[in-house]
C-alpha cells in the first residue's frame, strides 16, 4: 500500500504542480491546448473515481465513501479505462503544446501504459497479499482535518461496507503469494485493526451524532475489524509449498522501471554507471587516504587491499566525534 501511495502521489504531485505553474500567467498555447486542459479535467475526476483511495490521499475528497471490491470485473474496469484514454491521448498532437502540457501529456499516457502492465503482466494482486490494504486510507479519513469530524466519519462508516466482501474477494484473488509480503501483510493488518476497534470509536465520542447512528456505525466497525482479523489469520495459515520468491526476475524489473521510473536510461545503463562511479570514488578516497594515513597511523604499515586500507581509515575517523548535545554547535562551527 505504501508503495502503491508514493508512486500515485509522485504522478499527482508532478502533474498538480505543472498545472498550477501553468496557471500563475495567462496561458498562451494552440487550440490543441485548450482542448487538452479541457481533457484532462475529465481524465483525473474519471481516474479519481475508479481509484477512490488514491483520490483521498492526494486532496481530492469526492469519493471518500467508496471502496470497490478488488475482483476480476473492477481490473477489467481500469483496464478499459486505461485503453480508452490512451486511445484518447492518441488524437492530440503533443509536440503543438506548452511545455506544461507536453509534461502532462507524457505523464498520463505512462500511467495508462503502467496501469495495464500492472493488471496484464505483474499481476502483483495474485502473489502479494499486502497489495489488499485499505487500512491506511481509514486511518487518513480519521486522521487529517480536511472536513469536519462528523463528516469524515460518515465516509468512513459508508466506506466500510464493502470491506467484509473485499477481504473475501482478496482471499480468492491470492495465488502461490510471496512469503516476505504475505508476512508484512499479517503484521500490517493485525497493526492497523485497532482503527477499528479503538480509534474510530474514540472519535464517535467526541461528536453530537444520535446515539442510534453511532450504534450502527460501531457495529459496522466491528464487523470491518473481525474481516481484518480473518484475513490475517486466513494469511497465517494458508499453505504454500512452492512460494514465489520476491524477486521480479529482470524482465519484469526491466519493465516496472521503465514506468515507475521514467528515465531515459535503463535500469542496466543506470547500474553500469553506479559501479563506474564507485569505481571512481573508492580512487578518490584511496588518494585521501595515502595523504592522511601519516596523520592518524604513523607508522604503521599501509594494508595492500585498497579497500582494506579505507575501511581502516573510515573506522578511525567515524571513532571521533562529538558528543550528542555539542552537535549543532560543532556543525555551526564547520559551516
Not at 469526492?62 to 486505461?82: A, I, Q, T
Not at 490494504?133 to 465516509?155: D, Q, V
Not at 493488518?189 to 444520535?210: N, Y
Not at 464487523?223 to 481484518?228: E, G, H, N, P, Y
Amino acid at each position: 500500500m505504501i508503495k502503491k501511495i508514493l508512486a500515485f502521489t509522485l504522478f499527482v504531485f508532478f502533474f498538480t504542480a505543472c498545472k498550477k505553474d501553468a496557471s500563475v500567467g495567462p496561458m498562451e498555447g494552440s487550440m490543441d491546448d485548450v482542448a487538452f486542459n479541457n481533457y484532462q479535467k475529465f481524465f483525473l475526476n474519471e481516474l479519481w473515481k475508479l481509484n477512490p483511495d488514491w483520490a483521498t490521499t492526494v486532496g481530492y475528497h469526492k469519493y471518500d465513501s467508496l471502496l470497490f471490491v478488488p475482483d476480476k470485473k473492477y481490473r477489467e474496469k481500469l483496464l478499459n479505462f486505461s485503453k480508452v484514454q490512451l486511445d484518447s491521448l492518441g488524437k492530440y498532437a503533443p509536440a503543438s503544446f506548452l511545455e506544461t502540457n507536453k509534461m502532462d501529456y507524457a505523464m498520463m499516457q505512462n500511467q495508462m501504459q503502467y496501469m495495464q502492465w500492472q493488471i496484464e503482466q505483474l499481476k502483483d494482486y495474485e502473489w502479494d497479499p499486502s497489495y489488499y490494504n485499505p487500512i491506511g486510507t481509514f486511518a487518513y479519513i480519521l486522521n487529517e482535518h480536511y472536513a469536519p469530524l462528523p463528516k469524515r466519519l460518515t465516509s468512513f462508516y459508508q466506506k466500510m461496507a464493502n470491506l467484509p466482501l473485499y477481504y473475501k474477494e482478496a482471499e480468492k484473488q491470492i495465488k502461490n503469494p510471496v512469503p516476505e509480503l504475505t508476512d508484512l501483510a499479517i503484521e500490517q493488518h493485525l497493526g492497523g485493526v485497532s482503527i477499528f476497534e479503538g480509534d474510530f470509536a474514540d472519535s464517535l465520542k467526541k461528536t453530537t451524532i444520535p446515539e442510534a447512528t453511532k450504534k450502527l456505525m460501531l457495529d459496522r466497525a466491528k464487523l470491518s475489524a473481525d474481516a481484518i482479523k480473518q484475513y490475517a489469520a486466513y494469511l497465517k495459515n494458508l499453505k504454500n509449498d512452492k512460494p514465489r520468491s520476491f524477486r521480479l526476475g529482470k524482465q519484469l524489473y526491466e519493465d516496472k522501471f521503465k514506468y515507475a521510473i521514467q528515465s531515459s536510461s535503463t535500469a542496466q545503463q543506470i547500474y553500469n554507471a553506479a559501479i563506474e562511479r564507485k569505481k571512481y570514488i573508492h580512487h578518490e578516497m584511496a588518494k585521501i587516504c595515502l595523504k592522511i594515513w601519516p596523520k592518524y597511523f604513523g607508522t604503521k604499515p599501509m594494508p595492500t587491499d585498497t579497500l582494506e586500507m579505507i575501511g581502516k581509515m573510515i573506522d578511525t575517523l567515524s571513532s571521533k566525534h562529538v558528543a550528542p548535545n555539542e552537535f549543532q554547535d560543532a556543525i555551526e562551527k564547520q559551516l
